[in-house]
């Protein structure tokens, strides 16, 4: 009991001493410390947003065309994106075989992480990326592997 006093008496110093802005602003800091590690989560309904078909149109020298993917939700929370075709320079359309390419981890309407899953001489690679949404048919897509840094720009199917 007397320790409780005690402890009552200089708390009570404290805020007297320090004012009830600090103490607020000690408190708080202290409330952060003590909070668990935020979890990236996918916002399933700001997430449905993405769902659909996409192309990105692609000019360099591993491949002149448009690649169409269609992002799905796979199950409760989690959302892929997979290759549907290749158009090339010349208007030739070849169907893809659903490979996933994109697995996204968190969303929330505006922006977003996922790991973008990269095919480089028969090899497969996962990176990590970026998603920002520019408008409800534009998003991009960012990502840096091992110094080879490329933004690729999404662009809603319409038809």
């Not at 692609?58 to 892929?80: C, M, P, Q, W």
């Amino acid at each position: 009991m007397k320790d409780l006093r005690l402890f009552s008496t200089k708390f009570v110093v404290v805020f007297l001493l320090l004012g009830n802005t600090s103490f607020a602003m000690i408190s708080e800091n202290l409330n952060k410390q003590n909070l668990p590690p935020k979890k990236e989560i996918v916002e399933t309904q700001k997430t449905e947003i993405l769902l659909g078909n996409w192309y990105v149109d692609y000019n360099d020298k591993n491949y002149k065309g448009r690649l169409v993917y269609e992002i799905k939700k796979s199950r409760a929370d989690i959302y892929n994106a997979f290759l549907k075709e290749y158009n090339d320079e010349n208007g030739n359309v070849k169907k893809a075989n659903d490979e996933k390419v994109l697995l996204i981890k968190s969303f929330n309407g505006k922006r977003g992480k996922g790991i973008y899953l990269l095919k480089y001489q028969g090899e497969r690679y996962n990176v990590n990326c970026t998603i920002e949404l520019k408008d409800k048919n534009t998003f991009v897509l960012k990502y840096n592997y091992y110094g080879y840094k490329s933004v690729e720009t999404w662009k809603r199917k319409l038809s």
